[in-house]
């Protein structure tokens, strides 16, 4: 079965520093990968997702991520960090078949002045 | 625009009164998902219809119930909600990926549902 880590509960970031999240994954085959972000009291969005191809996956709002098989990780980046990306973010693996997404528990992104 | 709509967005209701849950999506999406979240933690797949096909996880409570009567349309009923049903209810789809697999799920804004 899959299973995703998100090793960091909560991450602070100043307002214009680069920004990694960090996301692991369990599974045995060529997974599906994303992103979400979610505001309080919102749905969640997609920001990106990794099928297959490029590792390097673009994505909306400046956001990237890189698929690295040998780490089973699929780490989200962004260079400079805005106050309106604080919000939690979420990892999440599929599998072909037709098996829901498993998410990771998530992590609480601040922003400081 | 193509969307998932959730209604209401939020919800209050008494110990034991039952409660619907509406999600309509414009995406004509064959997937159609139900995940409780609560505070601080991930969405929590409660079941999923794959067509007219209904699965449920196996610890969804039987307190929960859902129905599909068309493409668009997906309902949530909880028969007896009790306090630690409060909670954000979030509906999702998704389409049948290339080469298999489910594609991208699509989530609403959610309901947050109130318990008294």
């Known amino acids: 079965a899959q299973s995703v880590t998100q090793p960091d509960i909560h991450i602070t970031v100043s307002e214009g520093a680069s920004l990694e999240l960090r996301c692991n994954y369990s599974y045995g085959a060529t997974p599906y990968l994303f992103w979400y972000v979610q505001s309080p009291g919102q749905g969640l969005q997609l920001l990106l997702k990794y099928f297959s191809g490029d590792t390097l996956v673009q994505g909306i709002k400046g956001f990237e991520a890189e698929f690295k098989r040998s780490q089973s990780s699929f780490n989200l980046r962004k260079p400079s960090v805005h106050w309106s990306d604080a919000a939690e973010y979420f990892c999440a693996v599929g599998a072909r078949g037709n098996t829901p997404l498993v998410f990771g528990k998530g992590t609480r992104l601040s922003v400081i002045a | 625009d193509a969307m998932v709509i959730q209604n209401p967005r939020y919800q209050v209701t008494q110990f034991g009164k039952p409660v619907t849950l509406s999600c309509s999506q414009t995406?004509?999406?064959?997937?159609m998902y139900w995940y409780q979240q609560k505070s601080s933690q991930a969405p929590k797949l409660l079941f999923h219809?794959?067509?007219?096909?209904?699965?449920n996880e196996a610890d969804t409570p039987d307190n929960f119930q859902s129905r599909r009567p068309n493409t668009s349309f997906c309902f949530l009923d909880i028969r007896s909600p009790g306090l630690g049903d409060a909670a954000m209810y979030l509906c999702?789809?998704?389409?049948?990926?290339?080469?298999?697999?489910?594609?991208?799920?699509?989530f609403g804004p959610g309901t947050r549902l109130t318990v008294l």
């Open positions: 999702a789809t998704s389409r049948d990926a290339p080469g298999g697999g489910t594609d991208t799920q699509y």
């Open positions: 995406l004509n999406h064959n997937v």
């Open positions: 219809y794959y067509d007219k096909d209904f699965n």
